[in-house]
């Protein structure tokens, strides 16, 4: 079994940065490929971004592009999600995915493992 914990998330204003951390407990010797979504209210969950094990390769979605960082640490079995020039658009709840799969994974339905989430809200 896998459990993902979130944190990391806040209050924060327009233009500022938070980092979110992902930590991975439970099957830490697999070879997870990670994920950051976000779902906002009345909206449906969305991705963000994404990473492969290794960290070699990442992808993020056009709306965080240039502003959003995703890396890993394997050591410490965390993933992160720096992000920067937060916007009152990016307000929502952030989650943790994370699967066995190699490549990188930019659909929900591809992740066998959820975090509960971290709330991050951006005033104007």
């Known amino acids: 079994q896998v459990q993902l914990v979130e944190s990391g998330g806040g209050l924060v204003q327009a233009g500022t940065s938070l980092r979110l951390s992902c930590a991975v407990s439970?099957?830490?010797?697999?070879?997870?490929?990670m994920g950051w979504f976000r779902q906002a209210p009345g909206k449906e969950r969305e991705f963000v971004a994404a990473?492969?094990?290794?960290?070699?390769?990442?992808s993020y979605a056009d709306s965080v592009k240039g502003r959003f960082t995703i890396s890993r640490d394997n050591a410490k079995s965390t993933v992160y999600l720096q992000m920067n020039s937060l916007k009152p658009e990016d307000t929502a709840v952030y989650y943790c995915a994370a699967d066995g799969r190699p490549g990188l994974l930019t659909m929900t339905n591809l992740y066998a493992y959820w975090g509960q989430g971290t709330q991050v809200t951006v005033s104007s």
């Open positions: 990473i492969n094990w290794s960290g070699s390769s990442t």
């Open positions: 439970g099957r830490t010797d697999s070879r997870f490929a």
